[in-house]
């Protein structure tokens, strides 16, 4: 067997485990067994076994995701349920009003309640779009197949976790303790938080690599499964790299909260579509080939690190609205444009200084950034922080259509160019003395050790912003995130001495991701990005498209009297710069076919940045490594 061998907490030991209502006395540890053997065809089996006494019992199913910060738990997917007690059915009910929480009325006598229910996990419940598992690769959210006890503290319910594996699979996860014989692992008991916390991945194919010196505390591994076994290859670039990630982590944070960590990467093209943050694990998914492709090597390089960092912004220090004393409560995003917006900034910027990326990468993708928020029309509607706080219902938005009006999770990108300026600020303020490195180190450091949860608030991260370099942050960062604007941002890149501009050359980031994922991105010149089957994805307000009537929804036909290809609409941008000519397109909106002139004579367009001269380079500090 691969799986790692680890000191068992005894099993026996009682923990505080709360029933419904209060005054309930403590139980034992809630037995949870997942049979994974049916995991191709994406249901996992569940048997639960609560300590009871007689009476009404409530028990609920969670609903509130960390990480997903929404009510995302997967109640539709949750099917075949049965309660018993002594081998008797009991019958349960629904709650009338709340979906997630199950009643039942235990008779005298009965100890153990036994519960037993499905998940079916075709749609992952980690917040991707795929299904959970495929032939060869699973991905278990432990939340997806439990219930708890109504109204007690995640902190406080202790579960005892096992899992039978198809056979011959090995598995990854931060869960200690694990113990096994054949295809059943049991897992010491654990808090349903440190639970829920603790992803398993598992499959056919399976590699562990690990990013630590023998001896080194605390402990990285990467736990990497796939579909295709060739595609676990990583190439000794790639294993320098994921060791100087972690080497880079420690010289920003200078502490780490956590006992050791899981880089969970799964591989796979079918499968989950998601990076999910956890305390002493990511469970993250990339496309099958993105060790060995160079494009979505490039595209996928942020992953990780974003996921990873989020250990020190996210999980050991949160937004106060969204540390919630169980699954049941809801949380408040409000502060999303710290938790993502840094994250996302801290995660490119440790994909460079680890090596993940390149600078002139690196450059590249906030090129694309920068200009996807600018053309962002619905931010002179609609500020930053309704972004964060909407969450919840544009999270549940999965087409494109009308992006540009509407806004999306704005937050992360737009929470990227903010916290460059306010990196760049801390600069040019100290005269280069201090950065936002020493921000991370007072603010994310402290004592190393287990996880703990750390609350911020605003004027939390204001104060600590002011002990770094004294500025009007409150004004600044009030600014960026409550008032409307017709641009983005863009003050991080010109006090790093760049600035964003548009030539015809295309942008390395936008040109692999049209490859990858089959679409072409006019949205710079024409105003509008389509499929390759020529459905246009969105079309921004405003723009030359949309001036002529073209909107989302509809799909384009032909160009300038010819079928449409992506080569052709090119040729025909060029073409209109020198002819003078508006751009014929042939569009077909559900049952009517019309021609729409676009008079657009910009020629092609695409972002980049370029070196403002005379102004010092505080971008290309921005990105030299830490660790030595
Ligand atoms: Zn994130």
């Not at 808090?191 to 499959?203: E, K």
């Not at 440790?350 to 906030?366: F, I, K, M, P, V």
């Not at 029309?377 to 087409?399: C, F, H, K, N, Y």
């Not at 983005?488 to 548009?502: M, N």
């Given at each position: 067997m691969r799986y790692r061998l680890r000191v068992l907490v005894v099993c026996t030991v009682t923990f505080a485990a709360y029933l419904s209502g209060s005054g309930s006395p403590p139980v034992q540890a809630i037995r949870l067994h997942v049979d994974l053997t049916d995991a191709p065809r994406n249901i996992y089996h569940a048997h639960l076994q609560f300590s009871v006494h007689a009476g009404d019992v409530s028990l609920v199913f969670p609903k509130w995701i960390p990480g997903n910060h929404?009510?995302?738990?997967p109640i539709a997917a949750l099917t075949g349920i049965r309660m018993e007690a002594d081998g008797r059915p009991l019958p349960w009910q629904r709650d009338p009003v709340e979906m997630y929480e199950f009643h039942v009325t235990v008779p005298g006598g009965v100890e153990a309640l036994d519960v037993f229910l499905d998940a079916?996990?075709?749609?992952?419940?980690?917040?991707?779009?795929?299904?959970?598992?495929s032939s060869n690769i699973l991905d278990l959210n432990w939340n997806a197949v439990l219930l708890y006890p109504k109204a007690a503290r995640s902190d406080d319910v202790v579960f005892a976790p096992s899992v039978t594996l198809p056979a011959g699979w090995k598995f990854g996860t931060a869960l200690p303790g694990a113990r096994g014989s054949g295809d059943l692992i049991e897992f010491a008991p654990v808090s349903l938080t440190t639970l829920v916390d603790s992803p398993l991945i598992a499959g056919v194919h399976y590699r562990q690599v690990v990013?630590?010196?023998?001896?080194?505390?605390?402990l990285h591994v990467m736990d990497l499964v796939a579909d295709?076994?060739?595609?676990?290859a990583m190439t000794p670039k790639d294993l320098a790299a994921y060791k100087k990630l972690v080497a880079e982590t420690g010289a920003l944070f200078?502490?780490?909260?956590?006992?050791e960590y899981h880089f969970l990467l799964t591989l796979s093209?079918?499968?989950?579509?998601h990076g999910l943050e956890h305390h002493e694990s990511n469970d993250s998914v990339a496309s099958e080939r993105t060790l060995l492709d160079p494009n979505l090597h490039m595209l996928e390089a942020g992953l990780v690190p974003h996921e990873f960092a989020h250990s020190w912004n996210?999980?050991?220090?949160?937004?106060a609205g969204l540390i919630?004393?169980?699954?049941q409560e809801p949380m408040i995003g409000d502060l999303l444009w710290v938790y993502e917006g840094l994250t996302d900034y801290l995660g490119n910027v440790l994909a460079d200084r680890s090596g993940l990326l390149t600078d002139e990468q690196y450059r590249e993708a906030l090129a694309a950034t920068a200009a996807m928020l600018d053309h962002r029309v619905g931010r002179g509607w609609r500020p930053l922080e309704d972004t964060a706080r909407s969450v919840q219902i544009l999270r549940?938005?999965?087409?494109?259509?009308w992006v540009n009006w509407?806004?999306?999770?704005?937050y992360y990108p737009e929470g990227e160019l903010i916290w460059l300026e306010v990196d760049s600020i801390i600069r040019q303020q100290t005269r280069g003395q201090r950065s936002l490195n020493d921000f991370c180190r007072q603010f994310y450091g402290g004592e190393s050790g287990p996880p703990k949860v750390v609350p911020y608030t605003f004027d939390g991260v204001v104060r600590a912003l002011n002990d770094v370099a004294p500025y009007d942050w409150a004004s600044l960062l009030k600014e960026r995130i409550h008032a409307t604007s017709h641009?983005?941002?863009?003050g991080g890149i010109e006090r790093d001495g760049w600035e964003l501009v548009y030539t015809d050359q295309p942008n390395a980031f936008t040109e692999a991701a049209e490859k990858m994922y089959k679409f072409a991105d006019f949205s710079d010149s024409l105003g509008f990005s389509l499929g390759?089957?020529?459905?246009?994805?969105d079309v921004i307000v405003g723009s030359p498209a949309y001036k002529a009537g073209l909107g989302p929804g509809m799909k384009l036909l032909g160009v300038n009297g010819r079928k449409w290809s992506p080569e052709l609409l090119h040729a025909a941008v060029k073409a209109a710069q020198h002819s003078g000519e508006p751009i014929e397109l042939l569009a077909e909106n559900a049952q009517s076919i019309q021609t729409y002139s676009v008079p657009y004579l910009g020629g092609e367009k695409h972002p980049h940045l370029q070196r403002v001269t005379g102004q010092p380079d505080i971008l290309s500090d921005i990105l030299k490594p830490l660790s030595p």
């Amino acid at each position: 067997m691969r799986y790692r061998l680890r000191v068992l907490v005894v099993c026996t030991v009682t923990f505080a485990a709360y029933l419904s209502g209060s005054g309930s006395p403590p139980v034992q540890a809630i037995r949870l067994h997942v049979d994974l053997t049916d995991a191709p065809r994406n249901i996992y089996h569940a048997h639960l076994q609560f300590s009871v006494h007689a009476g009404d019992v409530s028990l609920v199913f969670p609903k509130w995701i960390p990480g997903n910060h929404r009510p995302s738990g997967p109640i539709a997917a949750l099917t075949g349920i049965r309660m018993e007690a002594d081998g008797r059915p009991l019958p349960w009910q629904r709650d009338p009003v709340e979906m997630y929480e199950f009643h039942v009325t235990v008779p005298g006598g009965v100890e153990a309640l036994d519960v037993f229910l499905d998940a079916l996990t075709s749609q992952d419940s980690a917040g991707g779009g795929g299904p959970a598992a495929s032939s060869n690769i699973l991905d278990l959210n432990w939340n997806a197949v439990l219930l708890y006890p109504k109204a007690a503290r995640s902190d406080d319910v202790v579960f005892a976790p096992s899992v039978t594996l198809p056979a011959g699979w090995k598995f990854g996860t931060a869960l200690p303790g694990a113990r096994g014989s054949g295809d059943l692992i049991e897992f010491a008991p654990v808090s349903l938080t440190t639970l829920v916390d603790s992803p398993l991945i598992a499959g056919v194919h399976y590699r562990q690599v690990v990013l630590t010196k023998p001896g080194e505390t605390p402990l990285h591994v990467m736990d990497l499964v796939a579909d295709d076994a060739a595609d676990l290859a990583m190439t000794p670039k790639d294993l320098a790299a994921y060791k100087k990630l972690v080497a880079e982590t420690g010289a920003l944070f200078g502490a780490r909260h956590y006992r050791e960590y899981h880089f969970l990467l799964t591989l796979s093209s079918q499968v989950g579509g998601h990076g999910l943050e956890h305390h002493e694990s990511n469970d993250s998914v990339a496309s099958e080939r993105t060790l060995l492709d160079p494009n979505l090597h490039m595209l996928e390089a942020g992953l990780v690190p974003h996921e990873f960092a989020h250990s020190w912004n996210g999980k050991y220090r949160r937004p106060a609205g969204l540390i919630t004393a169980n699954y049941q409560e809801p949380m408040i995003g409000d502060l999303l444009w710290v938790y993502e917006g840094l994250t996302d900034y801290l995660g490119n910027v440790l994909a460079d200084r680890s090596g993940l990326l390149t600078d002139e990468q690196y450059r590249e993708a906030l090129a694309a950034t920068a200009a996807m928020l600018d053309h962002r029309v619905g931010r002179g509607w609609r500020p930053l922080e309704d972004t964060a706080r909407s969450v919840q219902i544009l999270r549940m938005i999965t087409t494109p259509e009308w992006v540009n009006w509407r806004r999306s999770l704005d937050y992360y990108p737009e929470g990227e160019l903010i916290w460059l300026e306010v990196d760049s600020i801390i600069r040019q303020q100290t005269r280069g003395q201090r950065s936002l490195n020493d921000f991370c180190r007072q603010f994310y450091g402290g004592e190393s050790g287990p996880p703990k949860v750390v609350p911020y608030t605003f004027d939390g991260v204001v104060r600590a912003l002011n002990d770094v370099a004294p500025y009007d942050w409150a004004s600044l960062l009030k600014e960026r995130i409550h008032a409307t604007s017709h641009h983005a941002p863009l003050g991080g890149i010109e006090r790093d001495g760049w600035e964003l501009v548009y030539t015809d050359q295309p942008n390395a980031f936008t040109e692999a991701a049209e490859k990858m994922y089959k679409f072409a991105d006019f949205s710079d010149s024409l105003g509008f990005s389509l499929g390759r089957d020529g459905k246009f994805a969105d079309v921004i307000v405003g723009s030359p498209a949309y001036k002529a009537g073209l909107g989302p929804g509809m799909k384009l036909l032909g160009v300038n009297g010819r079928k449409w290809s992506p080569e052709l609409l090119h040729a025909a941008v060029k073409a209109a710069q020198h002819s003078g000519e508006p751009i014929e397109l042939l569009a077909e909106n559900a049952q009517s076919i019309q021609t729409y002139s676009v008079p657009y004579l910009g020629g092609e367009k695409h972002p980049h940045l370029q070196r403002v001269t005379g102004q010092p380079d505080i971008l290309s500090d921005i990105l030299k490594p830490l660790s030595p």
